[in-house]
């Protein structure tokens, strides 16, 4: 069965520090991977999203950037975090092709920015 | 063109009463319509989905009514439990495109 694997669960960062966020799947292939950001009482916002290994599309521009070296694994960074960036930060996958299907979540990372 | 937009923001319904929550879209390009349950802390899960090529869609106590022409969706959780207390949120993609818009979410309490 397909797993998904998001860490770390809570994160306290300072202003101005770098930000790595792992997301990795078991258990596919080739999967679609995406990274949402939800803030407080709002939905969910797309940040990025990969159909493939080094293929990534931005959906909103900001500090942040996602990379994708390996087929199952996907890497939301930042070189320097703002306040701006508290958030809950969800990876999901689903099957690959663009017919739609089940988008599956992890678990998020809770990351506050002091 | 993009958005989905929810209503209501928060529910409060008693043990046993029907909850329903309404989503509405302008891409007439999008054809999935899914929607997901979020508890406090945790990734969202998916609850139900529909396409647009039927106007109902029921699984257990959870059905989704869809109006194409009206570009309306709504979820009924039936006989609501206090478990079923979580945030929904109803999304739309169509084919061809990776993208998920989501709704803003609908916090529901339900009542023991």
């Known amino acids: 069965s397909q797993t998904i694997h998001q860490w770390p669960a809570t994160l306290v960062q300072p202003v101005g520090s770098p930000l790595s966020l792992e997301c990795t799947v078991e258990?596919?292939?080739?999967?679609?991977l995406y990274w949402y950001r939800q803030a407080a009482g709002r939905g969910l916002q797309l940040l990025f999203y990969?159909?493939?290994?080094?293929?990534i599309s931005s959906e909103v521009p900001q500090n942040l950037s996602a990379s994708r070296p390996q087929d199952r694994q996907f890497i939301l960074s930042s070189k320097k975090l703002l306040l701006s960036d508290s958030g809950f930060y969800l990876c999901?996958?689903?099957?690959?092709?663009?017919?739609?299907?089940?988008?599956?979540f992890g678990q998020g990372t809770r990351l506050t920015v002091v | 063109q993009q958005q989905v937009k929810q209503s209501p923001q928060s529910l409060i319904v008693q043990k046993g009463g029907i909850s329903i929550i309404n989503c509405a879209y302008e891409?007439?390009?999008?054809?999935?319509f899914p929607w997901y349950q979020q508890f406090p802390g945790k990734g969202p899960a998916l609850l139900i989905a529909?396409?647009?090529?039927?106007s109902e869609k029921k699984e257990g106590r959870f059905t989704i009514s869809f109006n194409k022409s009206a570009k309306q969706f709504s979820l009924h959780i039936m006989d609501s439990q206090p478990g079923d207390s979580a945030t929904y949120f109803c999304?739309?993609?169509?084919?061809?495109?990776?993208?998920?818009?989501f709704g803003t979410g609908t916090r529901l309490k339900v009542l023991a």
């Open positions: 891409n007439t390009a999008f054809d999935y």
């Open positions: 999304a739309a993609s169509s084919s061809g495109t990776y993208k998920y818009i």
């Open positions: 999901a996958w689903e099957p690959p092709g663009a017919t739609r299907g089940e988008a599956f």
């Open positions: 529909i396409r647009p090529d039927v």
């Open positions: 990969s159909v493939g290994i080094g293929q």
């Open positions: 258990g596919t292939s080739n999967p679609n």
